[in-house]
């Protein structure tokens, strides 16, 4: 399938429309011009490459660190010399986040060249309806398709900046665009996107895959709708519900029997993908997340062609929030044996390609002015161990300087392939069928405001019954980064959202809907080497804008508190 998919990431062909590139010595034979292009369906679908080319780097960029670093979900420890990168990890885990932060810029960059490169497109359909060279009615299409993917970006701008500028003339664009409010910019995306998600196909096969359908659409509009209280004050569950229907009543789309199928290599055929990046170790690279997760051993575990940087892990509590039965779970390896069973986590003991358990020689140079030392607390000496640091201790056992270098599970969601390149070639599901079923649970809940709701918990464990654990009869529960504390409404659904969707840039979202996500003392404190520390402020709901956007465009507002 994936043959036919980069059909649509043409980037000779779209460079070629957009402007002449040359090389001084190569031979040219003719020029990609409105005049000789745009003749056949064919040329349609790649003319619009290029917006679908900016999704490049949702899965392991910049708006992968601000939705999960900043969460119970996933930290980056600084060990030794290695992962201070100036503290920004930390920062962001901890909340204390600034505008000169690089990331506040890659994830805006991210946002309007989506936005920017969708108008030009936009821009150029209705240029050449207006010169007579394709029908209305055939770029209608083509228009709705690039309505949806903008609206999708502008969904990530005002989730994460909130007021941010509307622009959506290509033509009239000015090059220092005001401000408009965050209730501006939804009310508009909601309304751009209610006009076009119904021009779209319904088809689901090949010649959508990897682009918005209407399914796609209709399940943009629920996040935007779920999250309706957070954006614009107004609550709009019937309308989660209602987009929410019209994807699960299609009958197209159904959870896979094997909820790994979703994530493997070779994942393009999931029945459970409803919008995907096609990510290919060569054609289409970006999702790097085996060398941000695994261990420098860890070559020797998948033959890699290149060492990893031993960084991104998981949290204590998050990990502890699956039960051992969890088919999601899987199991950490042993002291005899590599874990036989995959799981969203990679834990336990490590072992090379050919069985020899993985050993480090526990030294590290947590100070370029001392000489090399063993970090104290590591009590498996040579044996390489993710996640165990010693009984009663927790697997992290603080954010920096001298996080062990096993600190701390690692994210194992996605195959990793033998031999692999630093670039993996596993599809990357932005909607899956299984969020679905999860919204419209929680907006049946929401609406009810019923822990017991019959509908509500029928598809929760729709969910539980793949993973493979009991069903449950309430959705109140204790929230999984405070199993000590008291019982909270909606707690297990909120439990059992991080669990099917972990590491699929949801938890940011979720704990803001839950009112937990300035709480950082409950997951941070009682854990990391980070002495007293602040709960975070109520102006992190936003991230700022960065200094060089605001230097650059006087007519930014930076957010509150920055």
């Known amino acids: 399938m994936k043959k036919s998919i980069f059909l649509i990431f043409g980037l000779i062909i779209l460079a070629g429309f957009s402007q002449s590139c040359t090389k001084l010595d190569e031979k040219l034979y003719g020029e990609v011009t409105p005049n000789n292009f745009f003749k056949t369906e064919q040329e349609f679908i790649s003319a619009l490459g290029a917006a679908y080319t900016q999704f490049g780097g949702f ?34 885990h901890l909340h204390s986040w600034t505008k ?4 506040m810029s890659g994830a805006w960059n991210f946002g309007f060249n989506g ?57 009239k664009a000015e090059a220092t665009p005001k401000t408009n409010t965050r209730l501006e910019v939804y009310n508009f995306t909601i309304t751009d996107l209610e006009a076009a998600v119904p021009k ?47 994807v699960i009543n299609s009958g197209k789309y159904t959870l896979e029997s094997n909820f790994f199928a979703n994530f493997n290599v070779n994942n393009s055929a999931s029945k459970e993908f409803i919008f995907a990046i096609p990510y290919d170790k060569v054609f289409f690279t970006g999702f790097n997340l085996i060398m941000q997760t695994l261990s420098y051993l860890n070559q020797q575990t998948y033959n890699l062609a290149a060492q990893p940087w031993n ?76 996640g165990s640091i010693g009984s009663g201790q927790p697997q992290i056992n603080e954010l920096g300087p001298q996080a062990l270098r ?82 909270v409404a909606g707690g297990e659904l909120f439990n059992e959202l991080g669990r099917e969707l972990a590491f699929e840039k949801q938890r940011r979202q979720s704990m803001i809907r839950w009112g937990v996500y300035t709480d950082i003392n409950k997951w941070v404190l009682p854990h990391y080497n980070v002495g007293d520390i602040v709960v975070s402020d109520p102006k992190t709901l936003l991230f700022p804008v960065h200094k060089d956007k605001l230097a650059a465009n006087p007519n930014l507002i930076q957010n509150p508190g920055y």
Do not use: H
């Not at 999860?438 to 993973?467: F, G, H, Y």
């Open 59 to 92: 899965a392991a960029g910049d708006p992968q660190s601000l939705q999960e670093m900043t969460t119970d979900e996933l930290t980056a420890p600084t060990r030794g010399q290695d992962w201070d990168d100036g503290g920004n990890w930390r920062r962001l």
């Open 100 to 103: 000169e932060d690089g990331v």
């Open 115 to 171: 936005v920017n490169t969708a108008n030009r497109l936009i821009y150029q359909f209705q240029s050449l309806v207006t010169s007579g060279q394709v029908k209305q009615d055939v770029a209608d299409a083509y228009v709705a398709e690039l309505q949806t993917v903008r609206g999708f970006f502008y969904w990530q701008l005002i989730d994460e900046y909130g007021n941010v500028p509307l622009v959506t003339d290509f033509a």
């Open 200 to 246: 779209l196909s319904k088809a689901v096969d090949g010649t959508t895959y990897a682009r918005m359908n209407y399914y796609g659409g209709q399940t943009l509009l629920a996040k935007l709708y779920l999250n309706a209280k957070v954006y614009s004050g107004t609550a709009q569950y019937d309308k989660v519900i209602a987009a929410c229907d019209e």
């Open 311 to 386: 960084g991104f892990c998981s949290l204590e509590e998050f990990y502890n929030s699956f039960d051992n039965a969890d088919i999601r779970k899987g199991e950490p390896g042993t002291l005899t044996s590599p874990s036989l069973k995959r799981g969203t986590f990679l834990a336990g003991y490590q072992y090379s390609s050919t069985g020899q358990i993985l050993l480090d020689d526990g030294v590290e140079v947590a100070n370029p002015s001392r000489l090399p030392v063993a970090f104290p607390g590591d009590p498996d000496g040579k044996k390489f161990n993710f």
């Open 406 to 487: 096993q600190a701390g599970v690692r994210v194992g969601k996605w195959e990793f392939e033998m031999g692999a390149l630093p670039d993996m070639s596993n599809d990357y599901a932005v909607f899956r069928y299984a969020d679905v079923l999860l919204m419209k649970a929680e907006a049946l809940w929401r609406k009810s405001n019923n822990p017991t709701d019959p509908a509500a918990l029928a598809l929760v464990n729709q969910i539980r019954v793949r993973a493979g654990v009991p069903a449950i009869t309430t959705l109140n529960g204790k929230l999984s980064f405070d199993l000590a504390g008291a019982t």
